[in-house]
């Protein structure tokens, strides 16, 4: 299947890391001119902007800077997020880390489409990083799936409110990155007895997602997670 990426112009968030460097990399493999925005320097073959995502001011000249970089802005991927304390239970979570999850993965996410939208060409496309954390939970992880449930609503949302764009979202299992590898471990992720993902296979649901071909999909979450939320508990 062709992509249909060539000369697309596709701004991308988190993208110095993990699933964010992987969506780099995979659009610009098929032709695509691709900008990043980041907190941290990005490798030397990606353009890279630095930036807070949860930082107004700082993200309206980010998105400016990608824009001009670009020429123009078809395909919008917000990637950076951050897990939060995990493995804490919420009566020991402070208010501050709390706001923390939300800031990067809700504000910030609201904010990259507040200011990429003005700028997407007619028929683009934003696509979110979720979580099956949207959908099933673990002990010691509440703000982090709340945050990303919020990430499904606001799919949902801006896909009716956005009238020239389509948004959806990839909610992927666990994926192996630096981010997964610090929160669990190495050896929970080498180790580990379920399935793991990697970042390259997320960013090929990315890609999907963000092309032509998918023009009927719309405020859709792609949950990708092996199946496991399809089973049931009952013992058969």
């Known amino acids: 299947m062709q992509l249909a990426f060539t000369e697309r112009n596709v701004l991308v968030t988190g ?9 780099a990399r995979a659009f610009r493999a098929e032709g695509a001119k691709v900008v990043v925005l ?13 930036t807070d995502v ?3 001011s700082s993200m309206a000249e980010a998105v400016a800077t990608a824009v001009a970089r670009l020429g123009g802005l078809d395909v919008v991927v917000g990637c950076a ?20 999850v939300l800031a990067v993965n809700v504000t910030g996410q609201l904010l990259l489409a507040k200011h990429t939208y003005p700028h997407l060409a007619t028929g683009g496309a934003i ?11 673990t002990p010691g992880m509440a703000p982090y799936c709340a ?43 080498d180790n580990a007895g379920f399935p793991v993902q990697t970042a390259d296979e997320v960013a090929r649901q990315v890609l999907f997602l963000a092309g032509p071909h998918a023009r009927p999909i719309n405020g859709q979450a792609l949950l990708s997670d092996f199946g496991y939320s399809a089973r049931s508990a009952f013992p058969a």
Request: aromatic content about 2%; overall charge negative; some cysteine.
């Open 15 to 23: 993208g110095a890391s993990g699933i964010g460097l992987a969506c």
């Open 38 to 50: 980041d907190r941290a320097p990005g490798p030397d073959d990606i353009d890279t902007v630095r």
């Open 54 to 56: 949860t930082d107004e």
């Open 81 to 100: 997020g951050i897990s939060g304390p995990v493995g804490t239970p919420l009566v020991d979570t402070s208010a501050a880390d709390l706001a923390a």
């Open 127 to 137: 696509v979110f990083l979720a979580s099956d954390s949207a959908f099933v939970a």
């Open 147 to 189: 945050s990303k449930g919020a990430v499904v609503a606001l799919t949902r949302a801006l896909a009716v409110e956005l009238d020239r764009v389509r948004v959806n979202c990839v909610a992927p299992s666990v994926v192996d990155t630096p981010m997964a590898r610090a929160d669990l471990g190495d050896s929970a992720i």
